[in-house]
Each structure stands twice: as structure tokens, then as C-alpha cells.
């Protein structure tokens, strides 16, 4: 009776760590540039510092304008602002005023 025997490939000790290298070679490469990764950490960064910056002005404005509004609540009504605002919202003067427009 005749027997096979399979001989074995010289390279079989080689196929893993060459997969195992394309395999981290692969998730390396998307860790340093993919969209997670660390060069787009920098991107990210500056749109937070960008977006912090906006977030300040727009907190600057909202108090201005809680300011302004604080003077027409009842109780501390001036006349002067309600006057200034009804005028230019209405667009009428009085003979004798000069408009100055910003």
C-alpha cells in the first residue's frame, strides 16, 4: 500500500508575521492619519479654540443685549430709551433733531 506525504512549504513560517505586518501596518497608518487619528487631533483643536472664540463674542453680545433690555422691563422704564427705540423702529424724527446713522 501506497502512503502520500504532503511536503511541507518552506514558507509556511512566513505567511503569519506577513499578514500580522499588513495587518498592523494597516491600522498604524489609519491611526496617525485617518480621520480619528492623530493629525486630524490638531484640526480638531483649532476648530474648538475657533469655535470658543465665537462662543465669547456671542456671550459678549447676549449680555449687551440683556443690558439693553433690563431698561425697558417695568419698574426701571426710562423714557429716553423707550423714546430712542420708538423712533427708529417707526423711522420719525422731530423738526428739530438731527439723525446720525452708524
Do not use: C
Not at 61 to 75: A, I, P, V, W
Request: net charge neutral; glycine share 6%.
Amino acid at each position: 500500500m501506497w502512503t502520500r506525504h504532503r511536503r511541507r512549504s518552506p514558507y509556511r513560517h512566513v505567511i503569519l508575521p506577513i499578514f500580522a505586518i499588513g495587518v498592523l501596518s494597516y491600522f498604524g497608518h489609519h491611526a496617525l492619519s485617518g480621520s480619528f487619528g492623530l493629525a486630524s487631533k490638531q484640526e480638531y483643536e483649532a476648530r474648538i479654540s475657533a469655535l470658543n472664540a465665537e462662543l465669547a463674542s456671542l456671550e459678549e453680545q447676549r449680555s449687551e443685549l440683556e443690558k439693553r433690555t433690563g431698561m425697558l422691563r417695568d419698574g426701571s422704564l426710562e423714557r429716553d430709551m423707550i423714546d430712542e427705540q420708538a423712533r427708529r423702529l417707526l423711522g420719525v424724527t422731530r423738526e428739530n433733531e438731527i439723525v446720525i446713522l452708524n
